[in-house]
């Protein structure tokens, strides 16, 4: 695919997807295709099972794992907590609040965020522990940087800076029976997509954006904002609630669609078709739309 992208625009990195229960979501993603990794442990009382794909985004599935500590972290100023105990009180448990960007300096995104007036809050350093399939483990430290709109309860952005990648093989935790190799496209919507281009572009980091049209090209997906009648119109999927910006679906790349589409028919997952996209609906352990697309 080929992106006319700003210099600086930054990636994708990964998309948070807020679920009650791990146990569940793991059900649901694994009936999905998707291989899962092993439960991993914040330090400020959340947990995830991500999916992560070759082409180096991931799915961060999220729940309350130590629910003492979370509420001590919201106390303490911790961002990532809050803006995650906020959309949950909103949307409920299950659902897909946050879009993460890659980022070699959260330092410079938080500064740029506070200059705009976008910033969610304080920035957050951490480290936890991290193992693949084999059960090799080592530590992963990140730097994140967060930025929502005044009144947002629906979404937020933020940057995550890798300040220690851990050494360890992703490749087993990447090879999906679904044939999914990598995000394409990232649907949000929005009752008012124009308002939300200041927010967005100084997020991805964007100056070229004149605020036209419903699509920001980062380097290695698209995140396209629609209305909700233009969501509904192309994807057959109710939009919603009112809102002024929600994340409300994946579009991922596969192999080949008739193998997505065996696999998802033999383990009983419903799903339409819509133009060359198979759309599958949210479910618990599943906080947004998936969609699969063929791209050879």
């Known amino acids: 695919m080929t992106r006319n992208t700003a210099a600086g625009t930054h990636p994708l990195d990964h998309l948070v997807l807020p679920t009650q229960s791990l146990e569940v979501a793991r059900t649901r993603l694994n009936a999905l295709g998707f291989v899962v990794a092993p439960t991993g442990i914040h330090p400020f009382g959340t947990e995830n099972c991500c999916v992560f794909l070759a082409d180096g985004a991931y799915l961060e599935p999220l729940a309350i794992g130590d629910e003492q500590a979370a509420m001590q972290a919201i106390a303490d100023g911790n961002v990532f907590v809050a803006r995650d105990r906020i959309y949950r009180e909103s949307n409920g448990d299950e659902g897909f609040s946050a879009m993460v960007l890659t980022t070699g300096n959260a330092n410079a995104n938080h500064a740029r965020y506070l200059e705009a007036g976008i910033s969610a809050g304080d920035m ?38 890798r300040v220690n990648a851990a050494d360890v093989d992703r490749a087993a935790l990447q090879a999906h029976a679904n044939g999914a190799t990598g995000i394409v496209e990232i649907v949000a919507v929005s009752d008012q997509p124009a308002e939300q281009h200041g927010l967005i572009s100084v997020a991805v980091d964007d100056p070229a954006t004149n605020g036209q049209g419903s699509t920001f090209h980062l380097p290695n997906a698209d995140l396209s904002v629609l209305d909700p009648v233009s969501f509904t119109a192309r994807f057959g999927l109710p939009a919603g609630a009112p809102t002024d910006l929600r994340f409300a679906a994946v579009v991922f790349t596969v192999r080949r669609a008739d193998v997505t589409l065996r696999l998802l028919a033999a383990n009983s997952i419903q799903h339409d078709i819509a133009g060359n996209d198979i759309v599958v609906q949210p479910a618990p352990g599943q906080g947004a739309a998936f969609i699969f697309r063929e791209i050879p």
């Open 124 to 161: 957050l350093s951490f480290s936890r522990a991290f193992t693949d399939t084999a059960g090799k483990s080592d530590i992963a430290s990140f730097k994140l940087a967060f930025a929502a709109g005044a009144e947002a309860t629906d979404a937020f952005l933020f940057a995550c800076e």
